[in-house]
């Protein structure tokens, strides 16, 4: 089944991401992770049939969500996945990530869950062009 991989590091914002992914992604299996170092155990291992990452920014322990897109955006096997770097605060990070990379984008937290699924689904369905 294809998976949605959800990284965040609050407990109350995953539970109420959980159930917002589960309504408007019923036919996908969701993962939700809550740091920097699972999020790049869960990369480092076999992607499987992950169709987009989302991220936050800020979740220790480890890496960054930004420094954990900008090492596996362009890798060998994940050029055609999607990672969205999605966070409060200041928006240059995810604004020069999704410059960088054909397959970044970045979405402000928070934003209307609406809109978010729209945002989430209009990327699944983005043909991503290759950087090469």
Known sequence: MATILYAEDKSEIRKSY???????????NI????????LEKKLSKEIGDVKVVIADNDMPP???????????????????????????????????LARKYNNVFYMPKPTD??????FIKDILNYPIQSSQ
Do not use: C
């Not at 959980?18 to 996908?28: D, G, I, L, M």
């Not at 993962?31 to 699972?38: R, Y």
């Open 18 to 28: 959980k159930v917002f992914f589960q309504e408007a992604f019923s036919n996908y």
């Open 31 to 38: 993962v939700i992770v809550k740091s920097g170092n699972a």
């Open 62 to 96: 480890g890496l960054k969500g930004s420094q954990i897109i900008a090492k596996y955006a362009q890798k060998k096997g994940f050029e055609q996945i999607p990672f969205i770097l999605y966070y409060a605060g200041d928006k240059s990070t995810g604004e020069f």
């Open 113 to 118: 869950f609406r809109h978010f699924e729209k």
